[in-house]
């Protein structure tokens, strides 16, 4: 997955009126402003009641679905091997969200102030905060890219990370 790609996916969200946040190591690349590493996928967090727009548009533009862990998440790709890996986020009245987990009352919490913007290719994207990454980054062993991925978090913002 390239920054061009991001673009291209996000432009096509967008023009349908989906409102999505970029997660994972696109996420991290984003908040510092430029690529680190090679990315195998894209990492979407959209608005639940948006799932049916969002799935349109991405089907409209090549994409299907490869993956189903509804109601945590689920991947669509295209035949070019690009993967978006979607996560339905449920929004409550003070702008925080709640995403489900694989364990049936263990939701993930997405606080209002989570919801930022970074940079892929000079452009301004909607993304993850860095204390949001660092939380997802908890509670399993890290792969080499999480380690790169969260000492870029700690050099950049001086966040404790595992």
Do not use: N
């Not at 994972?24 to 967090?45: N, P, S």
């Not at 091997?81 to 489900?100: C, K, S, T």
């Amino acid at each position: 997955m390239t920054g061009d790609d991001v673009l291209e996916i996000l432009d096509v969200l967008r023009k349908a009126g989906a409102e999505v946040w970029i997660g994972g190591g696109w996420g991290i690349d984003a908040l510092v402003g430029r690529q680190t590493r090679e990315h195998e996928d894209l990492d979407l967090m959209h608005r639940l009641e948006q799932e049916p727009l969002v799935l349109a548009a991405l089907a409209e533009a090549g994409f299907a679905e490869t993956l189903d862990w509804r109601p945590a998440r689920f991947v669509v790709s295209d035949a070019g091997g690009r993967q978006i890996d979607l996560h339905p986020l449920v929004f409550g009245p003070g702008g925080g969200a709640l995403q489900e987990s694989l364990e049936p009352g263990k939701p993930f919490a997405y606080p209002a102030q989570c919801f930022v913007t970074g940079t892929v290719l000079d452009r301004t994207v909607p993304c993850l905060s860095a204390e949001q990454q660092v939380y997802f980054h908890q509670g399993y062993e890290p792969r080499e890219r999480d380690l790169h991925d969260m000492a870029l978090l700690r050099e950049a913002f001086g966040i404790p990370s595992p």
